[in-house]
């Protein structure tokens, strides 16, 4: 997988988990930051911010290049989405990527929930493509989360089929247990989940593996993802947390 793409994945699933359930009927917004290791070195930075008002919520994902891979790549993106409160049911979903070296890409997704079809609109670079089709049982990445993240039972392994507009995929999440991690954030005491991406299609292949720490409390913020593809080790720790 190139670098950007893998980037852009691990940034959508930090979400996993995000914000505090007990708070999730009521009018919030919620900010997290965090910073980017990539092979030891600082790679980027990004924030997550979701809010919710009435029965929708809507949540944006920013991250741009740092230190030892700015000096490679200047990256920028963005991924914004929109879905219901209560059933989670996707709206929205763009994803916007913007490079030095790289061609800009844009994909912007609409969901119609009744006739369970998305509209594909996607841009990369000068080339340009528009269709529908149908996606039954499947889901934008940040809607699939937090889907996930509504669940009772976290004693069993939990799974998600995902739509990004390019490729659909299935999320793994696998629970683990209580630990302590350090972190910029301080010592705190965490649940770890293994995780674990694969791309469906007439062979599925495992295309990430990764680990997640979310806080030991009623909140679940996401404290630390590691993971070890092919281009080294990254590491996504949180710096800053406004409730």
């Known amino acids: 997988m190139k670098i950007h793409s893998l980037f852009i994945t691990?940034?959508?699933?930090?979400?996993?988990?995000?914000?505090?359930h007990p708070s999730w009927a009521k009018d919030r917004c919620e900010i997290l930051r965090y910073d980017v290791i990539w092979n030891g070195a600082k790679a980027g930075h990004g924030d997550i911010t979701m809010r919710r008002e009435a029965n929708k919520m809507s949540?944006?994902?920013?991250?741009?290049?740092?230190?030892?891979?700015?000096?490679?790549?200047?990256?920028?993106?963005?991924?914004?989405?929109?879905?219901?409160?209560?059933?989670?049911?996707?709206?929205?979903?763009?994803?916007?990527l913007k490079s030095n070296?790289?061609?800009?890409?844009?994909?912007?997704?609409?969901?119609?929930?009744?006739k369970q079809t998305v509209h594909v609109n996607k841009r990369n670079g000068d080339e340009t493509e528009s269709h529908s089709?149908?996606?039954?049982?499947?889901?934008?990445?940040?809607?699939?989360?937090?889907?996930?993240?509504?669940?009772?039972?976290?004693a069993k392994p939990l799974s998600v089929d995902i739509y990004d507009?390019?490729?659909?995929?299935?999320?793994?999440?696998?629970?683990?247990?209580?630990?302590?991690?350090?972190?910029?954030a301080g010592s705190l005491p965490a649940i770890r989940m293994d995780l674990r991406l694969d791309r469906l299609g007439r062979e599925s292949r495992e295309i990430?593996?990764?680990?997640l720490w979310i806080s030991n409390d009623e909140n679940r913020i996401p404290l630390l993802l590691t993971s070890?593809?092919?281009?080294g080790s990254i590491r996504f720790e949180l710096v800053q947390a406004q409730m």
């Open 10 to 20: 691990l940034s959508i699933s930090v979400v996993l988990f995000l914000g505090a």
């Open 59 to 96: 949540v944006t994902v920013q991250a741009v290049s740092d230190g030892a891979l700015k000096a490679i790549l200047e990256l920028w993106s963005r991924v914004q989405a929109t879905f219901s409160a209560k059933t989670f049911q996707p709206e929205t979903y763009s994803f916007h």
């Open 101 to 114: 070296l790289l061609r800009s890409e844009v994909v912007d997704l609409s969901f119609d929930a009744k």
């Open 133 to 154: 089709e149908k996606v039954s049982g499947l889901r934008d990445p940040i809607s699939a989360v937090y889907l996930l993240r509504s669940s009772k039972d976290w």
């Open 165 to 184: 507009g390019k490729d659909k995929s299935r999320l793994f999440v696998y629970p683990v247990g209580p630990e302590i991690i350090n972190i910029k």
């Open 208 to 211: 990430a593996k990764g680990k």
């Open 228 to 231: 070890s593809p092919i281009v």
